[in-house]
Nanobody, 120 residues
Framework: QVQLVESGGGLVQPGGSLRLSCAASGSIFGIRAMGWYRQAPGKERDLVAAITSGDVTNYADSVKGRFTISKDNAKNTGYLQMNSLKPEDAAVYYC??????????????WGEGTQVTGSS
């Protein structure tokens, strides 16, 4: 059973920082590409940041210069460093990854999400 588990969400004040983690576990060789998405109440799930197997990154315009996506292949973990947080960044954040599995080749998985809540 392959799983992606996010962590690191929480309550944050405007201007604050959080680092989200997404750890892959199970019968895997490793993570190839990863994306972070977010979904606010009543809105669609949108891509926030993505990183390819070659570590090429891409960001939504709304987070450029504030968020940084990275991955540690040795730890099978991806990260989203979020700085200068704004109230509109509050959402459930989901990771999505292409994972090289031991038994089923490359598969795509979603995590269950981690909540980022803004405080005034």
């Amino acid at each position: 059973q392959v799983q992606l588990v996010e962590s690191g969400g929480g309550l944050v004040q405007p201007g604050g920082s959080l680092r989200l983690s997404c750890a892959a576990s199970g019968s895997i060789f490793g993570i190839r590409a990863m994306g972070w998405y977010r979904q606010a109440p009543g809105k669609e799930r949108d891509l926030v940041a993505a990183i390819t197997s070659g570590d090429v990154t891409n960001y939504a315009d709304s987070v450029k210069g504030r968020f940084t996506i990275s991955k540690d292949n040795a730890k099978n973990t991806g990260y989203l460093q979020m700085n200068s947080l704004k109230p509109e960044d509050a959402a459930v954040y989901y990771c999505n990854a292409d994972v090289r599995t031991v038994w089923n080749g490359k598969r795509n998985y979603w995590g269950e999400g981690t909540q980022v809540t803004g405080s005034s």
